[in-house]
């Protein structure tokens, strides 16, 4: 059963920076594909990094001021965010999926298996 938790929220500074975890269990890593996706009050679902078979995308929101990373050992991934503002609060999801579709799909579209978030709140 795959299971992801994920941590590392909390409020920050407009500015400033945190870094979420998703700690994954009940598959392999080298064959899921994994995400990160928000949902902000008022706002639809963003698929915000997503990463498939080696090849990654970003929404244009956070390009350049976010980065994703893999821990295959750990089947841990990151999202670090840096140079936060206002806008990126919300909920922060970290998703995967087994089909190892192109990532721009599953940021558009979803993924399978879900985590139960972690609220990032950034103050102005």
């Known amino acids: 059963q795959v299971q992801l938790v994920e941590s590392g929220g909390g409020l920050a500074h407009t500015g400033g920076s945190l870094t979420l975890s998703c700690a994954g269990s009940?598959?392999?890593?080298?064959?899921?594909?994994i995400g990160w996706f928000r949902e902000a009050p008022g706002k639809e679902r963003e698929g915000v990094f997503c990463?498939?078979?080696?090849?990654?995308y970003s929404s244009d929101s956070v390009k350049g001021r976010f980065a994703i990373s893999r821990d295959n050992a750990k089947n841990t991934v990151y999202l670090q965010m840096n140079n936060l503002k206002p806008e990126d609060t919300g909920v922060y999801y970290c998703?995967?999926?087994?089909?190892?579709?192109?990532?721009?799909?599953?940021?558009?579209?979803?993924?399978?298996?879900w985590g139960k978030g972690t609220l990032v709140t950034v103050s102005s």
């Open positions: 009940g598959f392999r890593p080298d064959d899921y594909a």
């Open positions: 998703a995967a999926d087994g089909r190892l579709l192109e990532p721009h799909t599953y940021c558009l579209y979803g993924m399978q298996e």
């Open positions: 990463m498939s078979d080696g090849n990654t």
